[in-house]
């Protein structure tokens, strides 16, 4: 019953160091998304794509980039990760007739 | 400013005890209101989505409603199994972003 996963669940990495986190979901959906949350901040969505190659900046792209090669599966790139990037990282897939929605389980990176 | 709030931050419910969450919003051009459940160090699980006023939708002891300014999460004889945080958010015109509500942390004692 696998719908949306992600890369890793934890993940410790050094500033300045370039991080990838990927998320793949097997429902052929069209749009995915990034998100991150925050306790007090509640989730921010980073960026978004509504097909193969697109993709749009969400609320707070800054110091983030994505890439979506292949329908299903959608990735979010960390250039030069800094502390203030510590978070945990949720995917969504969206289908926008069905408005059927579904978050992968979660990345929480720490950044040291 | 589009907003999505949400009230009460964290509500503590006896076993059985009935109660509503509410999210209270303001966006220009509402494509739909989400509902959704996320428990500890896991991802948001969709509930509902509801599109228009006075619409209604049910799961098990979960009812959501909608107004034209306000939704409801109105829970039913709560089982401690209902401990989460329920988190609303809307989606509105210009593209599918969606402005996520800071969420109700529901505790259910048994």
């Known amino acids: 019953d696998v719908k949306v996963t992600q890369s890793s669940r934890y993940l410790v990495k050094r500033t300045g160091e370039k991080v990838f986190l990927e998320c793949v979901q097997d429902?052929?959906?069209?749009?995915m998304f990034w998100y991150r949350q925050d306790p007090g901040l509640g989730l921010r969505l980073i960026y978004f794509s509504y097909d193969v190659k697109m993709k749009e900046k969400g609320d707070i792209p800054e110091g983030y980039s994505v890439s979506r090669e292949k329908k299903e599966r959608f990735s979010l790139i960390l250039e030069s990760a800094s502390t203030n990037q510590t978070s945990m990282y949720l995917c969504?897939?969206?289908?926008?007739?069905?408005?059927?929605?579904?978050f992968g389980p979660g990345t929480r990176l720490t950044v040291t | 400013e589009d907003q999505v709030t949400q009230s009460p931050e964290a509500l503590r419910l006896q076993e059985g005890e009935s109660s509503s969450l509410n999210c209270s919003y303001t966006v220009s051009g509402l494509r739909g209101l989400f509902w959704y459940r996320q428990d500890p160090g896991k991802g948001p699980e969709f509930l509902f989505t509801l599109y228009s006023a006075g619409e209604e939708k049910e799961k098990e002891r979960l009812k959501a409603t909608l107004t034209k300014k306000e939704s409801f999460l109105h829970i039913t004889a709560p089982k401690p199994e209902d401990s989460a945080t329920y988190l609303c958010a809307v989606g509105y015109t210009g593209g599918f972003k969606t402005i996520f509500g800071a969420g109700t942390r529901l505790f259910v004692k048994a």
């Open positions: 429902m052929d959906h069209e749009n």
């Open positions: 969504k897939s969206f289908d926008s007739s069905s408005y059927e929605q579904y």
